[in-house]
């Protein structure tokens, strides 16, 4: 199965900072990758497809990036509702295979 | 509305067997590919198997093989899960969710855009 590693595994840092995660596959995966965010209690929620793709409804401060085997998830300016949990997912090949996640926490 | 529900969770015995379902509103539910998805308490998400529109084509994770069969009822807009030979290790919040199943130039890529609030197995003593 494909490996997949964030980094950081956790962060802290203040409303209005940039933030930047990152994710790498143990083999490349083009660009089939997906980013989620859950907030404790909830659901996964979509935020960006095919590694740069932003889902509807998301906003324009979430962005993506990466090919390959190096990916990262941008959030430009963070704001309060952006304190979470943030995974990566591979969809190159079966089995489908998440990151093991970042919290971002509030400093 | 756009909604998901899962239902079928609880307690069952290391060996036992379960069946999760989830029940679909508010869109064509045989137009998407689902897909199930794991947490275990305090810990991050495992996909666990998925299916096609029609069923003819399902994956599942490793570990799963040979024990969880993921199905569909097209004409009940339900997706379901039967777990057996269950173990301690099964023990999560299962969600069921949509894929948007985009292509764009010939590759298909996941994005899970719908999801439920999760059934909780406990796989227990």
């Known amino acids: 199965a494909i490996q997949m590693t964030q980094s950081p595994s956790s962060l802290s840092a203040s409303v209005g900072d940039r933030v930047t995660i990152t994710c790498r596959a143990s083999q490349g995966i083009r660009n089939e990758l997906g980013w989620y965010q859950q907030k404790p209690g909830k659901a996964p929620k979509l935020l960006i497809y095919a590694a740069s793709s932003v889902q509807g409804g998301v906003p324009s401060r979430f962005s993506g990036s990466g090919s390959g085997t190096f990916f990262t998830l941008t959030i430009s300016s963070l704001q309060p509702e952006d304190f979470a949990t943030y995974y990566c997912?591979?969809?190159?090949?079966?089995?489908?295979?998440f990151g093991q996640g970042t919290k971002v926490e509030i400093k | 509305e756009v909604q998901l529900v899962e239902s079928g969770g609880g307690l069952a015995q290391p060996g036992g067997s379960l069946r999760l379902s989830c029940a679909a509103s508010g869109f064509s539910f045989s137009s998407y590919w689902l897909t199930w998805v794991r947490q275990a308490p305090g810990k991050g998400l495992e996909w666990v198997a998925n299916?096609?529109?029609?069923?003819?084509?399902?994956s599942y994770l490793d570990s799963v093989k040979g024990r969880f069969t993921i199905s569909r009822d097209n004409a009940k807009n339900t997706l379901f899960l039967e777990m057996s030979s269950l173990r301690v290790d099964d023990t999560a919040l299962y969600f069921c969710a949509r894929d948007r199943d985009i292509y764009r130039s010939g590759v298909h890529y996941d994005a899970f855009d719908i999801w439920g609030q999760g059934t909780m197995v406990t796989v227990s003593s």
């Open positions: 299916i096609k529109q029609d069923g003819s084509e399902k």
């Open positions: 997912l591979q969809d190159y090949i079966y089995p489908r295979t």
